[in-house]
C-alpha cells in the first residue's frame, strides 16, 4: 500500500488511542512463561511484531484466553519443545529475547523470521551466550537468522557489553535467571531498563550495582504473575509530539503514556528545540504512566544529539523530521546502531531527506542536517515502519508519497487513523 499525505494547517487533538508500548507487550508474553500462575493483561499490542511474540510463547506452551476485556495468560509447568520453527517475523525484540531464555531450556528450538529480520545482526546476543555454554548456531558464522538453540545448562557469567542496548541485555538477563550462579552484567550507558523493572516486580533478584551494572541472581523458584495494563508508546507518540512541532500553532496531549525516563529522551530533546512539553503522571506501579502536553514553539531551534542515545534510538528518524524543519543546523552522532535495526535507518533518513530537497549529510554513526523548507517529494520506507510513520509526519508540512507503507502495521496499526484526524491522507494498492 501507498501513502499520500496532504499538507495541513494549525490543528490541536487529544489522542487517547495511541498505540500501546511495544516493549512491554514483548516482555508481558515472554516472562509469563515463567510465572508460577496465570498473568492477566490490559491493552496487548495487536502489532504485528507483538502478536508474533505471542504465538511463540503459545508454540512453547503459554495458554492465551480473552477475558474481561484483557488477556489471561496462563503458564505451562515448564516451557515446550515446539514441531515447528518459532517465526518471529520482523521483531527482533523476540528473537533476542527468546535466544537468551530458550539458551537455558531443554530441548531444540528454531528462531527465525522475514526477510528484514534475518538480515539483522544475531552475533552480538550468540557470542556471549556461547560464551557462558549455550549450544546455539547461526547463519554465515552466527550472524544471522535462522537460529538453531539446543537448550541446556549455562554457567554464571561477569560480562561488559561494548554494546549499549537494551535487547543485548534482556537476553544476558533472561539467561542468567538459570545460570549456576550469580551473574553481573555491565554496559558503557544505560540501556532501557524495562526488563529489569519488570521481572523484580515479579519477583527476580536483580540488585543494581551502580547505574551501568546489574546483579542477577538465578530463580530459586517460579515468578509471581504479573497484573498489568499496558500504556501507550512513548515511541509511538513521538511522531505527534514531531507534528505539533513542525506545525505552527498546534498543540496536541498525549494520553496514558509510559513517562520512564529512558524512554522520553526524544522529548527532551525536542524541549532543547524549543518545544513546550508538560508532564503530568497519573500512575506509577511498574513504572511512571502519565499524560504529555505539546505546544508549538515561537522557533524550532537546531540542536546537536550525541548523549543518552540508545534512550533515543528508535526516535531518531522522528527526530531528524523534526531537523530538517528546524532553524540552522544540526546533528545526531554516536548513533551507528541505526545501521543495524529494520533498515539502515541513517541511509534511509539520509535519502529520503535529499529527495525532499532538506540539505544533509551523511555520517558513519548519524548524520547533519541544515534545516530548511521541505518540498514534495515520493519516499521509500524500505520496510521500515519508523522510516515509513516518520516521513508521513513530514508530509503535514509539504505533502509526500509513501511507497510500501504496510510495513507501519508492525508497531502502530492505528496510526493513519490519528494522522487523518490531522490532514487528508489517500491510500492505493
Not at 507487550?25 to 511484531?49: E, T
Not at 504529555?292 to 540542536?303: D, R, T
Not at 525532499?356 to 521509500?380: Q, S, W
Request: glycine share 6%; aromatic share 6%.
Amino acid at each position: 500500500m501507498n501513502l499520500k499525505i496532504h499538507k495541513c494547517e494549525k490543528f490541536s487533538i487529544i489522542c487517547d488511542n495511541i498505540a500501546s508500548d511495544k516493549s512491554i507487550s514483548h516482555r508481558v508474553a515472554i516472562f509469563s512463561l515463567l510465572s508460577n500462575k496465570p498473568s492477566f493483561v490490559r491493552n496487548y499490542l495487536q502489532g504485528d511484531d507483538t502478536l508474533h511474540t505471542l504465538q511463540i510463547a503459545q508454540m512453547l506452551g503459554l495458554n492465551v484466553a480473552e477475558y474481561d476485556g484483557g488477556l489471561i495468560l496462563t503458564p505451562p509447568d515448564k516451557i515446550q519443545e515446539p514441531c515447528d520453527v518459532l517465526d518471529c517475523g520482523n521483531a527482533g525484540t523476540a528473537i533476542r529475547l527468546y535466544m537468551g531464555l530458550l539458551s537455558s531450556q531443554k530441548g531444540m528450538f528454531v528462531l527465525s523470521g522475514d526477510r528484514y529480520l534475518n538480515k539483522r545482526p544475531m552475533k552480538r546476543i550468540i557470542s556471549p551466550l556461547k560464551s557462558i555454554g549455550a549450544t546455539i548456531y547461526g547463519r554465515e558464522d552466527n550472524n544471522y537468522a535462522p537460529i538453531v538453540i539446543h537448550g541446556g545448562h549455562l554457567e554464571s557469567f561477569n560480562y561488559t557489553s561494548e554494546i549499549s542496548s537494551a535487547q543485548v541485555k534482556s537476553a544476558m538477563i533472561l539467561a542468567a535467571l538459570f545460570a549456576k550462579d550469580s551473574c553481573i552484567y555491565s554496559e558503557y550507558e544505560l540501556s532501557r531498563d524495562h526488563t529489569e523493572r519488570m521481572l523484580v516486580g515479579m519477583g527476580a533478584e536483580i540488585e543494581n550495582m551502580d547505574n551501568n551494572t546489574i546483579k542477577i541472581n538465578p530463580l530459586k523458584e517460579k515468578l509471581k504473575p504479573i497484573e498489568i495494563e499496558i500504556p501507550s508508546d512513548p515511541s509511538s507518540a513521538f511522531f505527534f509530539a514531531v507534528a505539533v512541532s513542525i506545525i505552527p500553532d498546534s498543540r496536541c496531549i498525549l494520553k496514558n503514556v509510559l513517562l520512564n525516563k529512558t524512554r522520553i529522551e526524544a522529548f527532551k530533546a525536542l524541549e532543547k528545540m524549543g518545544v513546550i512539553i508538560n508532564y503530568k503522571e497519573t500512575s506509577n506501579i511498574y513504572d511512571s504512566i502519565g499524560d504529555i502536553e505539546i505546544i508549538s514553539p515561537s522557533e524550532l531551534c537546531a540542536v546537536d544529539i550525541r548523549d543518552n542515545i540508545s534512550w533515543l534510538i528508535d526516535e531518531i528518524p522522528a527526530l531528524a523530521v523534526a531537523l530538517s524543519c528546524a532553524n540552522g543546523t544540526s546533528s545526531v552522532r554516536n548513533a551507528k546502531e541505526l545501521r543495524v535495526k529494520e533498515s539502515d535507518r541513517i541511509s534511509s533518513i539520509v535519502n529520503n531527506l535529499k529527495k525532499c530537497g532538506i540539505e544533509v549529510e551523511e555520517l558513519e554513526d548519524g548524520f547533519v542536517i541544515t534545516g530548511g523548507i521541505p518540498r514534495y517529494a515520493k519516499v521509500d520506507s524500505f520496510g521500515d515502519h519508523r522510516i515509513a510513520m516518520s516521513f508521513a509526519i513530514l508530509g503535514l508540512k509539504c505533502g509526500i508519497d509513501i511507497e510500501d507503507s504496510d510495513c507501519i502495521s508492525v508497531s502502530f496499526p492505528n496510526f493513519v487513523e490519528i494522522l487523518k484526524q490531522i490532514t487528508r491522507i489517500e491510500c492505493e494498492g
